[in-house]
């Protein structure tokens, strides 16, 4: 979900604010974003209403049942917003958080990458992965990393966690870690980390099958 990369909070004496779009939804089932006031506080609405009346509107109502879900189960928790709540079944209602993503962001600090594999050693040990991890879906507030985007997330039940398709998304996740937190500090991953983003060998098999099957789809038109 972008943001501005800088986002001053809107004043939410009452909730008349004027709401102020952040995104158009232009993508399929991609909701519009505005970021307005919800029970006198700043909020940021991801809205489907656009799919009302239409084939696509039960799916809607799916991804924000969905994301709602989430978030109540990571309510209380730093590194996420706080859900304020849903609206007609196709609008979601979260916190406002102030900050820059680190897709804008210039320079950050080691310590909020440190934070983040923390946070996210935390999520996948409750059997949640984000699955959509990159620099517009974490904002940076007062040193903070807050993760946005809660839409693509999954919680696999304890008895499935050792699974080698939830195994893989974890890694995905911190995969997708390592290459923003290289590209913001120049930092290498340990040979730990490393070793733990490593692809096991089914893994590496399916996408170099996928590789070549493209290469021969390509020749073959």
């Given at each position: 979900?972008d943001?501005?990369?800088t986002?001053?909070?809107?004043?939410?004496g009452?909730d008349?604010?004027?709401p102020?779009?952040l995104?158009?939804?232009?993508?399929?089932?991609?909701?519009?974003?505005y970021?307005?006031?919800?029970d006198?506080?700043p909020?940021?609405?991801?809205?489907y209403?656009?799919?009302?009346?239409?084939?696509?509107?039960?799916?809607?109502?799916?991804?924000v049942h969905h994301?709602?879900?989430?978030?109540?189960?990571l309510?209380?928790?730093?590194?996420?917003?706080a859900?304020?709540?849903t609206?007609?079944?196709l609008a979601?209602g979260?916190e406002?958080?102030?900050?820059q993503?680190l897709?804008?962001a210039?320079?950050?600090?080691?310590?909020v990458?440190?934070?983040l594999?923390?946070a996210?050693?935390?999520?996948?040990?409750?059997?949640?992965t984000?699955?959509?991890l990159?620099g517009?879906?974490?904002?940076?507030?007062g040193?903070?990393?807050?993760l946005?985007d809660?839409?693509?997330a999954w919680r696999?039940?304890?008895?499935?966690?050792?699974?080698?398709?939830?195994?893989?998304?974890?890694r995905?996740?911190?995969?997708?870690l390592?290459?923003?937190?290289?590209?913001?500090t120049?930092?290498?991953?340990?040979?730990?980390?490393a070793a733990?983003?490593?692809?096991?060998?089914?893994?590496a098999a399916?996408?170099?099958g996928?590789?070549?099957?493209?290469?021969w789809?390509k020749?073959?038109?």
């Open positions: 979900m943001t501005p990369a986002s001053p909070s809107p004043i939410c009452d008349a604010a004027m102020l779009l995104k158009r939804g232009e993508r399929f089932l991609e909701p519009d974003v970021r307005t006031c919800m006198g506080q909020a940021v609405v991801k809205d209403t656009r799919y009302r009346g239409t084939p696509l509107s039960l799916l809607a109502r799916v991804l994301e709602a879900h989430m978030l109540q189960r309510s209380g928790w730093k590194h996420a917003p859900l304020l709540g609206i007609g079944g979601l979260m406002f958080i102030p900050g993503t897709s804008t210039q320079a950050v600090g080691t310590e990458f440190e934070q594999q923390q996210l050693d935390r999520l996948h040990a409750a059997g949640i984000h699955n959509d990159h517009t879906n974490v904002v940076v507030s040193g903070v990393p807050v946005l809660f839409t693509s696999t039940p304890r008895w499935l966690r050792r699974n080698p398709i939830t195994r893989q998304l974890s995905s996740d911190l995969k997708n390592v290459k923003m937190r290289q590209r913001l120049g930092q290498r991953p340990s040979a730990a980390l733990r983003v490593a692809d096991p060998g089914w893994v399916i996408r170099q996928w590789k070549r099957f493209y290469a789809a020749q073959v038109r």
